[in-house]
């Protein structure tokens, strides 16, 4: 692309949120937290002073309202993905927003979480780096201990159950699930991080991550009788739990069906999936995910993973203004990692390689922003990249693109690639 676009500034330092904002943030936040009748419940942090570093779970835009009524009226920053500043750029700097290219090893980022702790406020991090797909733990980076460590304040969680339920990644409409709850929890003060090895830190905070909203669900006894419950569901769900196909799940109202065999299950009020005749492979749609990911990980076991290359429309975000249409090309996503080739609108050649190495996990989005489709971004330190498969043309699952990044990676720290 002849034309050079100007790139957003992620050097500059963070902002302390302006002391008009604060309120107007809790002011905000609150008729959602009302709403869905919020519990918050405090273990170690009813005196826990600033600063310190708040790592919170993530599932749907409620977790930012709920974290805003957990901390305030302390001053916060927080790590937030570049398309969230899309028109909003000083908005979001003014609030406190610090800007972060998904899955990269950013250096400038850890100045910028420095200064926050430097300046005596809290560094809110969403360490999942995206909205779980099923409302369970995502991977976490293994950094997590040594960013802990550099910063040397106390660390705390803040754990959201039923946001997922409430409003999936799959289906963001609201489902008016009440009550919801918060577990805001200090996991180390800062003596007792001082002597902790980042192994232990990391392994403490993985425990403190495990989250399950279905099973939070059913163990709550919370009903939701939205009749859409199910649509999107399929996203997920990519592969038959009957046929064993891939890529023929669909739904609809509160049915998930598959094309190929036929087999159709329910989706219940209390979350579980219910098949309308014969067994019930999967009651706990988590389980029906890991089955997949199981399958993913035999094939990438077996060296056969491949998505073979899939016609795809590229769109780049170099900065916070508009999304840059880049132009038309592949993507081939396989054992090597991620190859992504095509032709700008000006006739040249563009490429983005991600080694298998390089990806410890992936961002992806369903039917973003309600037209553009499915998609995964890919990103450097100065762009992304929003690609898009064509549905017309190729048979894909974006999840099954997660799923096999991860455990590519978890296959190459176990020096089996």
């Known amino acids: 692309m002849k034309q050079e676009f100007e790139r957003f500034n992620m050097s500059t330092p963070p902002e302390r949120t302006k002391w008009y904002l604060r309120p107007l943030t809790l002011m905000l936040s609150l008729p959602d ?156 003060t800062k003596e007792e991080l001082a002597n902790a090895s980042v192994s232990e830190i990391n392994q403490k905070i993985v425990d403190a991550f495990q989250y399950d909203d279905f099973a939070w669900q059913k163990e709550k006894g919370i009903r939701i009788t939205y009749k859409g419950r199910a649509e999107g569901l399929h996203k997920v769900l990519y592969q038959c739990a009957s046929c064993k196909k891939e890529y023929q799940m669909t739904s609809e109202g509160t049915i998930l069906s598959c094309k190929a065999c036929g087999k159709k299950w329910e989706m219940t009020e209390l979350g579980e999936l219910r098949t309308l005749e014969g067994e019930t492979e999967f009651s706990h749609i988590p389980d029906w995910y890991e089955w997949e990911r199981e399958n993913v990980r035999k094939e990438v076991a077996e060296g056969t993973y491949s998505t073979g290359e899939l016609p795809v429309r590229v769109d ?41 190495s390089s990806l410890y996990s992936c ?29 017309e043309k190729c048979e894909f699952a974006v999840t099954k693109m997660a799923l096999a990044t991860e455990e590519l990676f978890f296959a190459h720290k176990r020096g089996e690639l």
């Not at 709920?66 to 969230?84: C, E, H, L, Q, W």
């Not at 400038?108 to 369970?136: F, H, V, W």
């Not at 992806?364 to 890919?378: A, N, P, S, T």
């Open 316 to 356: 780049s975000l170099p900065n916070a203004k508009r999304f840059i249409r880049l132009g038309e090309g592949t993507l081939l996503h396989d054992m090597n990692g991620f190859t992504v080739r095509g032709t700008d609108v000006d006739g040249d050649p563009f490429e983005m390689v991600k080694s298998v």
């Open 363 to 391: 961002h992806i989005e369903y039917e973003y922003l309600g037209k553009f489709g499915d998609c995964v971004d890919l990103n450097t330190l100065k762009d992304t990249w929003y690609i898009y498969p064509d549905p």
């Open 33 to 188: 937290v009302i709403k869905h009748k919020n519990i918050l419940h405090r273990e170690g942090t009813e005196n826990l002073k600033p600063p310190f570093v708040l790592l919170c779970n993530h599932n749907a835009f409620m977790d930012f309202k709920v974290a805003t009524k957990a901390i305030f009226p302390s001053r916060a920053n927080y790590v937030v993905a570049i398309d969230g500043f899309i028109g909003r750029e000083k908005l979001l700097r003014d609030v406190g927003c610090i800007c972060k290219r998904k899955f990269t090893s950013d250096p400038t980022l850890i100045r910028q979480l420095m200064r926050t702790i430097k300046n005596g406020d809290i560094a809110i991090i969403y360490p999942e780096a995206r909205y779980s797909l099923c409302g369970t733990t995502a991977v976490l980076p293994e950094s997590l201990g040594k960013l802990c460590k550099l910063l040397r304040v106390p660390v705390a969680v803040l754990i959201c159950h039923g946001h997922h339920i409430n409003s999936p990644f799959w289906n963001l409409h609201d489902r008016g699930v009440k009550p919801t709850e918060a577990d805001y929890k200090l996991l180390f």
